[in-house]
């Protein structure tokens, strides 16, 4: 099937732009998934336990693969962070969380929470068909993401800011990231990543 490109379209250092920004832009697509995908890396304890005051029934887990010192080969095992004390937690770090919920229902105390780490908030969809840039809808990969102390759909570096993508066909649509870029006053930013 493949993956949707990913343009950036706005930056903010402004967590709050940021997602009112992605917000806008979510309101022009004619189809909602019904869930949202919430992703962050936790890099501190305190991080850790405002997140999971707002995501109490996520599961969160070892940012990256640890070897297993037995030699038995990775310890991938869920932490229990409500029970774990913190001077355990601590060496644990960073946590990572991925959890769906239900549009409009976490998503403002997700980015109040937000620590230091990459996050994002996916909201995919389906654009509406535009005849003024021949663009079509495609619900397998359309929607907006927002990455937040970043500036790469992939978290492949942190940055001292935040990035809303838009995601359109495998293909690619300049056309249509552009239009979108435009309804924020702006322009795209990059070249396309390879998205969701």
């Known amino acids: ?3 949707s490109r990913a343009y950036p379209v706005f930056r903010s250092a402004d967590v709050v732009e940021a997602w009112t ?3 806008r832009l979510n309101a ?6 019904d869930e949202v995908a919430l992703m962050a890396e936790l890099v501190t304890v305190e991080d ?3 997140m999971a005051a707002v995501l109490p029934s996520a599961e969160f887990s070892h940012h990256r693969a640890r070897v297993d010192t037995t030699g038995r080969g990775f310890a991938q095992a869920g932490l229990d962070i409500v029970k774990v004390e913190d001077s355990l937690l601590e060496p644990e770090l ?3 969380v991925l959890h769906y919920v239900p549009p409009d229902t976490v998503e403002d105390e997700f980015v109040r929470a937000l620590g230091r780490g990459i996050a994002s908030i996916g909201l995919s969809g389906r654009w509406p068909d535009d005849a003024e840039t021949d663009s079509v809808g495609v619900a397998a990969y359309d929607g907006v993401e927002v990455v937040f102390n970043g500036d790469d759909v992939n978290w492949s570096e942190p940055a001292g800011h935040h990035t809303v993508f838009v995601h359109v066909d495998k293909w690619g649509d300049l056309p249509r990231a552009e239009k979108l870029a435009a309804f924020l006053g702006g322009t795209v ?3 396309a990543q390879h998205g969701w």
């Open 189 to 191: 930013l990059g070249d």
């Open 21 to 23: 920004q992605a917000l």
């Open 28 to 33: 022009l697509l004619e189809e909602h998934d």
């Open 1 to 3: 099937m493949g993956n």
């Open 94 to 96: 960073p946590v990572s």
């Open 48 to 50: 850790v336990h405002m």
